[in-house]
């Protein structure tokens, strides 16, 4: 505002409808409140107000990027979440709740899954954290592509069903409990955005239910 208050004329007139030149300045946003100052298209002040031109110009760009920069788009399907989901505190991705379609495995806590989540083209790998009736909380470790080269032991799961996810907001709006929100998950690799419903909140610590895929 300061810059802009040195290249006004300084008259305090009145004639743009402000007492000062001051209050004038803290309004101009745009080509419009410029032209509130009658003295600016007179030839003294021509060279004033093609900077004055800049600076209202610049700042209405700045604005555009940060708004670009705040949104979170998905990569795969150029939709916009709401919120970016990260793991919570020492873990390595927010948690998932996965539900295989084949209930014959045996799976015990600090097994290797190899599984697709109904929806994904993406077969993932994930580390059990804890386990319920048909039920398992895993971490995401990877994609991993070159398993012969890691020793890496799993058990095949197969198609998953992933029912639930919780994590920390790192960016975005906290949304309140019973919200149908959009979001993506920080580990995803696709950056595709997930759609749910928000059933617990503590602070920016989230629980995410009725996992879609589909977002409309």
């Known amino acids: ?15 743009c409808g402000f007492k000062q030149c001051r209050d004038l300045a803290a309004q101009i946003t745009d080509e419009a409140s410029l032209m509130r100052c009658p003295f600016l298209e007179r030839e003294l002040f021509r060279k004033n107000l093609e900077q004055l031109r800049e600076i209202v110009g610049k700042e209405k760009t700045d604005e555009k990027e940060e708004e670009k920069e705040k949104e979170m788009i998905g990569i795969i399907d150029g939709l916009k979440a709401d919120f970016l989901l990260g793991p919570l505190h020492e873990e390595r991705s927010c948690r998932e709740d996965i539900h295989p379609l084949d209930g014959s495995l045996e799976i015990e806590i600090g097994d290797i899954l190899r599984y697709r989540p109904l929806g994904c083209p993406i077969t993932h790998f994930a580390k059990v954290i804890d386990k319920s009736p048909g039920m398992y909380t895993v971490h995401i470790v990877g994609p991993l592509h070159r398993l012969g080269k890691n020793d890496l032991s799993f058990k095949d799961a197969g198609l998953c069903m992933i029912l639930a ?52």
């Open 165 to 216: 996810f919780e994590g920390m907001v790192v960016k975005g709006k906290v949304p309140s409990v019973c919200q149908t929100v959009k979001f993506l998950p920080e580990h995803c690799m696709m950056q595709k955005v997930h759609s749910g419903i928000v059933v617990s909140v503590e602070g920016r610590r989230l629980r995410i239910e009725a996992i879609d895929l589909k977002v409309w």
């Open 1 to 15: 505002m300061d810059k802009i208050l040195s290249l006004l004329p300084g008259y305090n007139c009145g004639s």
